[in-house]
T-cell receptor, first 110, second 114 residues
Framework: QKEVEQNSGPLSVPEGAIASLNCTYSDRGSQSFFWYRQYSGKSPELIMFIYSNGDKEDGRFTAQLNKASQYVSLLIRDSQPSDSATYLCAVNTGFQKLVFGTGTRLLVSP | EAQVTQNPRYLITVTGKKLTVTCSQNMNHEYMSWYRQDPGLGLRQIYYSMNVEVTDKGDVPEGYKVSRKEKRNFPLILESPSPNQTSLYFC?????????????FGPGTRLTVT
């Protein structure tokens, strides 16, 4: 079992819809969770991080964490074509180690 | 401008020819790390450094070396590159490690080993 799993997609949504991206992790001791966005040919950039169970909102983005079920999700409201990218889930498993999922490709159609 | 720079951005080389990819950050970050990104495998950590002269292995260190003689620089060395090291490489830095802080990524170096 991979440490951090994501559906590779692509996840296709129409403009204005809510995109829901999911991630599961295997290490119950994981403490912090990150969502990065990566455009094709570019480097990852941080969108959000979350440490506590529940929801965390930042503009159009909401991160959700459920440690009991070992999943973290990212909701993007009012999706725009410019949101089309690969979204990487990353989990801090301790020992200065950040483990990344393979990413979910999101396509937002006009 | 706060940034992480990498050089070269693109490199094509032959098996066995030693090469160095440089990484430099101007944010006075203590933590630096190298990743490789491969299709279907995602980003995997090669080495990381908590501070000057402090380095440790990540998940895929075989075939790579690093050094941290200055806080701002963290070069990645491939002593004898092989085709399976063909990949996209990213350097990243963070104020104090990966637990609570954002990692800032460099633009990437695309390496091809023939």
């Amino acid at each position: 079992q991979k440490e951090v799993e994501q559906n590779s997609g692509p996840l296709s949504v129409p403009e204005g819809a809510i995109a829901s991206l999911n991630c599961t992790y295997s290490d119950r001791g994981s403490q912090s969770f990150f969502w990065y966005r990566q455009y094709s040919g570019k480097s990852p950039e941080l969108i959000m991080f979350i440490y506590s169970n529940g929801d965390k909102e930042d503009g159009r983005f909401t991160a959700q964490l459920n440690k009991a079920s070992q999943y973290v999700s990212l909701l993007i409201r009012d999706s725009q074509p410019s949101d089309s990218a690969t979204y990487l889930c990353a989990v801090n498993t301790g020992f200065q180690k950040l483990v990344f999922g393979t990413g979910t490709r999101l396509l937002v159609s006009p | 401008e706060a940034q992480v720079t990498q050089n070269p951005r693109y490199l094509i080389t032959v098996t066995g020819k030693k090469l160095t990819v440089t990484c430099s950050q101007n944010m006075n970050h203590e933590y630096m790390s190298w990743y490789r990104q491969d299709p279907g495998l995602g980003l995997r950590q090669i080495y990381y450094s908590m501070n000057v002269e402090v380095t440790d292995k990540g998940d895929v260190p075989e075939g790579y070396k690093v050094s941290r003689k200055e806080k701002r620089n963290f070069p990645l060395i491939l002593e004898s590159p092989s085709p399976n090291q063909t990949s996209l490489y990213f350097c990243a830095s963070s104020p104090k490690g990966t637990g609570s802080y954002e990692q800032y990524f460099g633009p990437g170096t695309r390496l091809t080993v023939t």
